[in-house]
């Protein structure tokens, strides 16, 4: 197993537990209270769940579909580490927006150049 499918192994399998996680669980349903989403709470698991359905069947079946996905994922990942910046979190609470939009940054780079 090579650095790139361990990073979109852990990516893809990270974001299917966030985005279910949105779905069912009431930690998750308190942190979008207190980010001020509550509203877009299932939007954003569901974006997670799509996003990571979309990276692993892309990186084995179609690298378009796992750039599309990294980048979207990289993309969400960005706007988590601004709310998180918005709303004065400490740097140890928002590093893993940060680290996960680093992640599907470098994934998706990759991709770019698998298609």
């Known amino acids: 197993m090579n650095s790139l499918q361990f990073l979109v192994i ?21 942190e979008f209270i207190r980010y001020g989403l509550s509203k877009q709470l ?9 996003g990571g359905l979309g990276l692993i ?15 979207g ?3 969400l990942m960005i706007l988590g580490f601004g709310v998180r910046l918005k709303i004065r979190d400490s740097i140890l609470q928002s590093a893993p927006s940060f680290i996960y939009a680093a992640i599907n940054t470098y994934i998706s780079i990759n991709l770019y150049f698998l298609f």
């Not at 852990?10 to 308190?30: D, K, P, Q, Y």
């Open 42 to 50: 299932k939007l954003v698991g569901a974006l997670q769940i799509i």
């Open 73 to 75: 994922l990289a993309l």
């Open 10 to 30: 852990f990516s893809a399998v990270s974001f299917l537990f966030f985005g279910i996680s949105c779905f069912f669980t009431e930690h998750m349903r308190n």
């Open 57 to 71: 069947t892309g990186y084995y079946f179609m690298p378009l579909l796992g750039f599309i996905s990294s980048t």
